[in-house]
């Protein structure tokens, strides 16, 4: 057992003392856990017919080899066989086969004829020889930012040069096949000589969604610093995990084999890779990565979470790993009593939902027990309830999900927390493949599912990451919630002002505890198919900004990640190409920190697929600056968790046009990012700070600051009437030695 006593925090080094006696350590196994997880990435390779299935391949080619006299068998295997080399990483073989089957069509024309579709295949393939060839082997900071230009064309062109004219050879038989038109169009990017090269009849404009705004470009420079992971699709945080004032970087990849990463801030511009120190490298397989601190230390603790979309063999137990405060991580999951039962899961978040002083947990998770969204032979076993655990303050957690009324028992696929009617307390908001909830807290111990009754159970059929912010800066949390059901076509004809099928996101205005879809009023309603997403604050205009992860597991999801700049709490604004954020590779974990210490959010994107043979660079996109003010705030709870989770800030700002209010919620309230746990706030053109209010759920105060400077970084402490500067010296980026 250990306990956490908190002091007050008038003295930073006397903030909290910590007895762990010698029984703790008994407990808490210290042995590595890398061979656990190594048992369970041999297990999902013998899953026959699973997404981590070995030698399908192999058998694919047996099954060819039995076939004798029809072709058109033969062909559907060899397709199958191409898309499954692809999937492995085999690029060259893939090609090979390829190239094999349309010399030995050569003299079949009236086959090709009739099957045009072939043509889309040898597209595919030649399409992803050159990603390979040239944005992962050639990989530097323009490569797969849309629209493709400069550093992006490749240099390797006969590959797309091949995929190009596949698709056209294609689109003479079926020109009004939309993903092919794409396809085509970004392969001319590609080679260079978009959009002269392209068709007239085929050519889709790369600025149908262009900005006026000019948010300048936001470099990418992780290739520099050597924090250019290449690994599949996963999580990411930014934060400072060692406690020296400096924000490090943490990373995870669905790959089963697939360790964590650690980049620690040198504080001097440079990073290192700390991986082993921290024993993160110990850690493998997950497809999304929270922090926290759940035992009130001080230092930010990681929830590992694993299984998503892998059905029943996604029973994987996550991974919750303490801090030491020096950035070195000890797997304690076990003894926190959140192991079992192990659910395949992606979503998660932090909340002190009792206002105790401790961080609970909510875990959603992928539930098939829903009869209206899966047959029976799905649903059989599949029954995986939400979970929420309550933190018992000894590092222990009990599920009280049962007892509470929030079980879900749908297909979870986000989770939000946020206090959305301003009761003092935090409610939860669940994504699902079929109907969403809203679970208000009744303070009493149990949540009710007011989804219904306010109208916010859409994105109907497949919703996916949610989140509560205040874009509108009206003191109550608006909700978005984005839709995951849309494909390349859908893309291409909302980029050429055609109708589509996608699913489109909802933003609910929050008006008073009420809610009013305002989607498309705001200008996001257009198909965005997130898997990965968050919001900050680009240009430090006051307003919160979102940026959107796209793609799913096919290699033909092409489409750039988008960002959407939130102007005034009126619009939002597409300045994806202006910054170069319009990345073309699959987009998961999203941070916004302040990686330089200068005042404006940078913004780390973890980026890969889903598939072995779809790894990619992570990017680290770095804010050139907009001359706008800036506050940022550390808070230290005392009655309230730790980290000031579930505080609400309002910052009451004087401005050329008088006084002007902008709002904050602290904690865990978006389903797929890690940003830091520091506030980082734009203040926008204020002349001067009038006063800081914070409201501190766990002793339910209310707290106002004044003389509060701008342009600084500030620790406040919750029951105390004053603050204390900290220091923000701005660091000069470096270029890294990491190998």
């Not at 006593?5 to 909290?16: K, V």
């Not at 009792?354 to 027990?369: C, F, K, V």
């Not at 879900?408 to 986000?414: E, I, L, V």
């Not at 500067?725 to 990491?738: G, H, N, V």
């Amino acid at each position: 057992m250990f306990v956490v006593i908190l002091t007050g925090c008038s003295d930073s080094d006397s903030q909290l003392t910590t007895d762990r006696p010698g029984a703790a350590s008994t407990q808490v196994s210290d042995a590595p856990y890398r061979p656990e997880f190594e048992g369970i990435a041999a297990q999902l390779a013998l899953v026959e017919g699973g997404f981590f299935e070995q030698n399908r391949a192999d058998k694919l080619r047996q099954t060819r080899s039995g076939i004798v006299g029809d072709l058109d068998t033969v062909l559907e295997v060899t397709d199958q066989l191409v898309r499954q080399l692809l999937q492995d990483g085999e690029t060259q073989e893939a090609v090979r086969e390829v190239d094999i089957m349309f010399r030995a069509l050569e003299s079949r024309p009236d086959y090709l004829k009739k099957n045009p579709s072939l043509h889309l295949l040898r597209g595919l393939t030649y399409l992803r020889l050159a990603e390979i060839e040239n944005c992962v082997k050639r990989h530097n900071a323009e490569c797969c930012l849309f629209p493709l230009q400069n550093g992006g064309i490749h240099e390797v062109k006969q590959p797309a040069i091949e995929a190009r004219l596949s698709y056209l050879n294609y689109l003479s038989h079926e020109p009004s096949d939309l993903r092919a038109r794409w396809l085509l169009n970004i392969a001319s990017m590609a080679i260079g000589d978009y959009p002269d090269a392209v068709p007239a009849e085929f050519l889709i404009s790369a600025k149908r969604f262009d900005a006026n705004t000019d948010i300048k470009r936001f470099p990418d420079i992780a290739p520099l610093l050597g924090v250019d992971t290449l690994d599949l699709c996963g999580g990411c945080i930014v934060d400072d995990f060692d406690g020296d004032g400096d924000l490090d970087i943490a990373t995870s990849t669905i790959d089963p084999l697939g360790s964590m990463t650690y980049f620690q801030n040198e504080g001097d511009g440079s990073f290192s890779d700390a991986s082993s120190q921290s024993r993160l490298d110990d850690q493998l397989g997950g497809l999304n990565i929270i922090g926290a601190d759940y035992d009130n230390d001080g230092d930010v603790d990681i929830l590992v979470l694993r299984g998503a979309w892998l059905f029943d063999e996604g029973k994987i137990r996550n991974s919750l790993l303490r801090n030491d405060g020096q950035g070195r991580f000890t797997d304690v999951t076990r003894f926190a009593g959140i192991a079992e039962p192990a659910s395949p899961t992606q979503a998660a978040a932090w909340g002190d939902f009792d206002n105790d002083g401790y961080l609970d947990l909510y875990i959603g998770n992928e539930s098939r027990s829903d009869a209206s969204k899966f047959p029976a032979e799905q649903a059989a076993g599949g029954d995986y309830p939400a979970q929420l655990f309550l933190n018992q303050g000894d590092g222990t957690f009990k599920d009280i999900a049962k007892s509470s009324g929030v079980t879900n028992d749908r297909y979870c696929k986000g989770v939000a927390v946020g206090d959305y009617d301003n009761d003092g307390d935090l409610d939860i908001y669940v994504s699902n493949l079929g109907r969403n909830r809203l679970y208000r807290n009744e303070n009493n111990g149990t949540f009710n599912d007011v989804a219904p009754s306010l109208g916010v159970t859409e994105p109907a059929d497949r919703s996916f990451v949610p989140w509560f912010f205040d874009y509108d800066n009206d003191g109550w949390l608006d909700l978005f919630v984005a839709g995951y059901d849309a494909e390349v076509d859908d893309v291409a004809a909302n980029y050429l002002g055609l109708q589509n099928d996608a699913t489109m996101p909802c933003l609910y205005q929050n008006r008073g505890g009420r809610f009013k879809e305002v989607a498309r009023s705001v200008g996001i309603d257009r198909p965005l198919l997130p898997m990965g997403a968050n919001f900050g604050d680009l240009d430090n205009d006051g307003f919160l900004d979102i940026y959107i992860g796209t793609g799913n597991p096919d290699y033909e999801t092409i489409m750039p990640n988008v960002m959407l700049r939130n102007a005034d709490g009126q619009r939002f604004e597409d300045v994806s190409r202006s910054g170069g954020f319009g990345h073309l590779q699959k987009g998961h974990g999203i941070a916004f920190a302040d990686i330089d210490n200068d005042g404006d959010q940078d913004l780390y994107h973890q980026i890969g697929g889903f598939f072995a043979g779809d790894a990619y660079h992570n990017a680290l996109f770095h804010n050139p600056g907009h001359g706008n003010h800036f506050l940022t705030m550390q808070l230290v709870g005392t009655q309230s968790p730790r980290n000031g989770y579930g505080a609400r800030i309002k910052i009451d700002v004087n401005t050329p046009k008088g006084i002007w209010s902008i709002h904050r919620a602290v904690g865990s309230v978006s389903s797929f990012g890690g940003s830091t746990s520091r506030q980082e706030i734009g203040l926008g053109n204020a002349t001067s700070i009038k006063q800081v209010t914070i409201f501190w759920p766990g002793s339910g105060t209310t707290q106002v600051l004044k003389d509060v400077p701008m342009d600084a970084m500030i620790e406040v402490c919750e029951g105390e009437a004053s603050f204390k500067q900290l220091p923000l010296e701005p660091i000069e980026l470096i270029e890294s030695t990491i190998k």
